[in-house]
């Protein structure tokens, strides 16, 4: 089954709680708005709490299961705010049965000598101390669910390492790594599968920051790719872990 051609059914997420980090914008959104049509609850999570309102008032305005938002800054949160969120989903739904890793921020591209200390820290805390951060604080509510699945965001610079990505770069390997150790670690002992996605290039704010020079007309929209997700978070995946889906 190739998951950039798959045929999720209406009711593929029906009763399923998804998790989605940076769902104010970009590929979260748009991968929130179609697990929110095919049926999921989603948890929108963000910065941006304007934004987040304006997809949730999509999601409602379209007579879908009605999301919550949980605003989290990845840079300054502490632990304490990570468990106020996990005990705000205990609360409010008992369980959860998917968690998507998406958010993230590009940092600078300049090379190793040059690069910014405080960018690099910045980077790599929100790209992976927060994914390690939240999973741990998570992993209890997703062990309530007769079929989890925990999905991590990769890049094209993990296959096709390349200069001046400094600690983007550095931040997707190591969340690739984190995937790789969580899925072997929860594998057989747990109904949780662990995997990674990598969305190819796609039209948004991180891929004109990066490109700025670019044709964007060239670059497929986030809606565009969003089949690959809805395939790993419902049941059409079990058995899938360890793996790097492909959106393109
Ligand atoms: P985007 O449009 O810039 O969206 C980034 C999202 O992350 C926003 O919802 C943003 O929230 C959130 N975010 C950023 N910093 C945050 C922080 N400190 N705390 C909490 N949330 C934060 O980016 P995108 O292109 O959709 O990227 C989504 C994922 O795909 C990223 O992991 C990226 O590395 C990966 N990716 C993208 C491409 C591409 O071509 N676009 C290619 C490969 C991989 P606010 O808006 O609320 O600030």
Same mark, same amino acid.
């Given at each position: 089954?190739?998951?950039?051609?798959?045929?999720?059914?209406?009711? @593929? @997420?029906?009763?399923?709680?998804?998790?989605?980090? !940076?769902?104010? $914008?970009?590929?979260?959104?748009?991968? +929130?708005?179609?697990? +929110?049509?095919?049926?999921?609850?989603?948890?929108?999570? !963000?910065?941006?709490?304007?934004?987040?309102? +304006?997809?949730? $008032?999509?999601?409602?305005?379209?007579?879908?299961?009605?999301?919550?938002?949980?605003?989290?800054?990845?840079?300054?949160?502490?632990?304490?705010?990570?468990?106020? %969120?996990?005990?705000?989903?205990?609360?409010?739904?008992?369980?959860? $049965?998917?968690?998507?890793?998406?958010?993230?921020?590009?940092?600078?591209?300049?090379?190793?000598?040059?690069?910014?200390?405080?960018?690099?820290?910045? &980077?790599?805390?929100?790209?992976?101390?927060?994914?390690?951060? %939240?999973?741990?604080?998570?992993?209890? @509510?997703?062990? =309530?669910?007769?079929? /989890?699945?925990?999905?991590? &965001?990769?890049?094209?610079?993990?296959? =096709?390492? =390349?200069?001046?990505?400094?600690?983007? *770069?550095?931040?997707?390997?190591?969340?690739?790594? *984190?995937?790789?150790?969580?899925?072997?670690? *929860?594998?057989?002992?747990? /109904?949780? #599968?662990?995997?990674?996605?990598?969305?190819?290039?796609?039209?948004?704010?991180? #891929?004109?920051?990066?490109?700025?020079?670019?044709?964007?007309?060239?670059?497929?929209?986030?809606?565009?790719?969003?089949?690959?997700?809805?395939?790993?978070?419902?049941?059409?995946?079990?058995?899938?872990? !360890?793996? &790097?889906?492909?959106?393109?």
């Amino acid at each position: 089954m190739d998951p950039r051609t798959y045929s999720p059914p209406a009711d @593929l @997420l029906r009763d399923r709680i998804v998790l989605i980090t !940076g769902a104010s $914008d970009g590929i979260g959104k748009a991968v +929130a708005l179609a697990a +929110a049509a095919h049926g999921a609850t989603v948890i929108l999570h !963000g910065r941006n709490v304007r934004r987040l309102e +304006a997809v949730y $008032d999509s999601i409602v305005g379209a007579g879908q299961p009605r999301p919550s938002i949980l605003p989290l800054d990845f840079e300054r949160a502490g632990p304490s705010e990570y468990d106020q %969120l996990a005990t705000a989903i205990d609360k409010e739904f008992g369980q959860l $049965d998917v968690l998507l890793h998406n958010a993230g921020m590009l940092g600078e591209r300049a090379p190793i000598e040059h690069y910014d200390v405080a960018k690099w820290m910045r &980077t790599m805390h929100v790209n992976v101390n927060a994914p390690f951060i %939240l999973t741990r604080t998570c992993l209890p @509510l997703l062990k =309530r669910s007769a079929d /989890a699945s925990i999905v991590f &965001t990769s890049s094209g610079v993990v296959p =096709r390492p =390349r200069a001046f990505w400094g600690a983007y *770069l550095v931040s997707k390997w190591a969340s690739d790594g *984190l995937m790789h150790l969580l899925a072997d670690e *929860l594998e057989g002992a747990t /109904a949780i #599968r662990v995997n990674s996605i990598n969305p190819g290039k796609v039209r948004t704010n991180m #891929r004109l920051q990066a490109y700025p020079a670019e044709d964007r007309s060239t670059l497929p929209p986030p809606e565009a790719i969003v089949k690959p997700y809805l395939y790993l978070f419902g049941p059409d995946s079990r058995g899938v872990n !360890g793996a &790097t889906v492909e959106c393109q």
